[in-house]
Structure formats: C-alpha cells, structure tokens
C-alpha cells in the first residue's frame, strides 16, 4: 500500500503510524494529470492532491483507504477511517 504524504508535520505522524501498521511506503501527493501506477492507497485529509488522488482510484476502481479527524461529536480526537474495500 502506498501511504500518502501529508506534507504538515502535524498530521504526518498518522500516516506514518498507518503505513508501519500496514507495512506500507510513505509517498508524496501524485499531481493531477500523473499516473497513479499503484493500485492501493491511503489518505489522510483531501488536502493537498489527495482529493483529486481519492477521485482517481475510486474512477480506477482502486483500493483505499480514507483518514480524517471527526467532524461532529468528535470528543477526545477521535480519527474516522473509511475504505471502499467491500
């Protein structure tokens, strides 16, 4: 699995977490208009290339997974993980 760079300090350290967790490789945000050769991935956030990523492998029928914080009824930080893996 390719784990997605934040490029905050802040954050990093989750997706860092994530990719020791799944044996994964740290990447940085593929560009738009680039070819995404991998077909696993994992975002933190939509920030930062990883919204137009997110819409590639859902279009590609990718494996991914999806980080963020919660929005509401968040209490003590909780992170919310979604994937498209059926």
């Not at 934040?6 to 990093?12: G, K, L």
């Not at 350290?13 to 680039?34: H, L, V």
């Not at 933190?44 to 929005?71: E, P």
């Given at each position: ?14 997706i860092n ?7 994964g490789?740290i990447?940085?945000p ?8 991998h077909n696993?991935?994992a975002?933190?956030?939509v920030?930062r290339?990883?919204?137009d990523m997110?819409?590639k492998c859902i279009?590609?029928n ?5 980080i963020?914080?919660?929005y509401?009824d968040?209490?003590q930080n909780?992170?919310?993980v979604q994937?498209?893996q059926?």
């Amino acid at each position: 699995m390719k784990c997605v760079r934040t490029m905050r300090p802040a954050t990093e350290k989750i997706i860092n977490a994530w990719a020791k967790g799944c044996d994964g490789t740290i990447i940085n945000p593929i560009k738009d208009g680039q070819d995404m050769p991998h077909n696993s991935y994992a975002f933190l956030g939509v920030l930062r290339g990883a919204g137009d990523m997110i819409k590639k492998c859902i279009q590609k029928n990718y494996d991914y997974y999806f980080i963020d914080h919660a929005y509401f009824d968040a209490g003590q930080n909780p992170i919310l993980v979604q994937s498209n893996q059926k």
